[in-house]
């Protein structure tokens, strides 16, 4: 079945550093593939996705490019704020022609994110 | 009220009770989904509602039931639950049950079952 793996945590940064969350997933066909963060005491927010090869999703400073050839989807950030700590997932839903999982959003772990001021 | 709405926020309930969490949609959208997000394990999906019909039923145990009576309304009702499911139970909704859909969640009914 699809299945999403991510860098482990917790990572902690200072403010102004550069972030990179890796992601990596299996999946049959072609799956469209999110990044959802959630701030402390909240549910869960789109922060971008990306729906076929080589597209690059971009929200808040954030970006991350959907890498066919890598089965890759690494969240990125080229400065970070104090209040980008969060809990960062990356999540597939698989494609039409990827059987049961189609429509069926596969989280990964979760990272962490901690930024000290 | 905007977006998806979950109520209670948080519940504590002994094993032999029987109690409800509620969801709202105000998006329009036809599809709902119950999320269980339980410490140190990814999210996992429990249920998809589609046009009000359960489409995924992801190997639930029967203590959970779920209920949509409309596409705006979405129940999971709890009874004889086990502490093991102490959880953060997560609503979300999307326009279709598809893929590259975005799910829009709510903030959670954080359970405690002693």
């Known amino acids: 079945g699809d299945s999403v793996t991510q860098m482990e945590g917790p990572v902690t940064l200072s403010e102004e550093a550069f972030l990179t969350i890796n992601c990596t997933y299996t999946?049959?066909?072609?799956?469209?593939l999110f990044w959802y963060v959630q701030y402390p005491g909240e549910g869960l927010q789109l922060l971008l996705k990306?729906?076929?090869?080589?597209d690059k999703g971009s929200n808040k400073g954030f970006e991350a490019t959907y890498r066919k050839e890598t089965t890759s989807f690494h969240l990125e950030k080229g400065s970070v704020q104090v209040s980008d700590s969060a809990v960062y997932f990356c999540?597939?839903?698989?494609?039409?022609?990827?059987?049961?999982?189609?429509?069926?959003?596969?989280f990964g772990q979760g990272t962490i994110l901690t930024v000290h001021p | 009220e905007t977006g998806v709405t979950q109520t209670p926020r948080h519940l504590v309930m002994g094993m032999t009770n029987k109690k409800s969490l509620k969801c709202e949609q105000h998006?329009?959208?036809?599809?709902m989904y119950w999320y269980k997000q339980s410490a140190k394990k990814p999210l996992e999906l429990m249920f998809v509602?589609?046009?009000?019909?359960?489409?995924e039923n992801n190997s639930v145990p029967s203590r959970f039931s779920p209920e949509c009576p409309n596409s705006s309304h979405l129940f999971l009702h709890l009874h004889t639950l086990q502490p093991e499911d102490s959880a953060l139970y997560l609503c979300?909704?999307?326009?279709?049950?598809?893929?590259?859909?975005?799910?829009?969640f709510g903030p959670g009914t954080r359970l405690l079952v002693l």
């Open positions: 979300a909704s999307s326009q279709e049950s598809g893929a590259g859909e975005t799910q829009y």
């Open positions: 999946a049959t066909g072609y799956p469209s």
């Open positions: 990306a729906t076929k090869a080589d």
């Open positions: 999540a597939l839903t698989g494609s039409p022609n990827g059987g049961t999982s189609y429509g069926k959003l596969t």
């Open positions: 998006l329009g959208h036809n599809a």
């Open positions: 509602y589609n046009f009000k019909e359960q489409t």
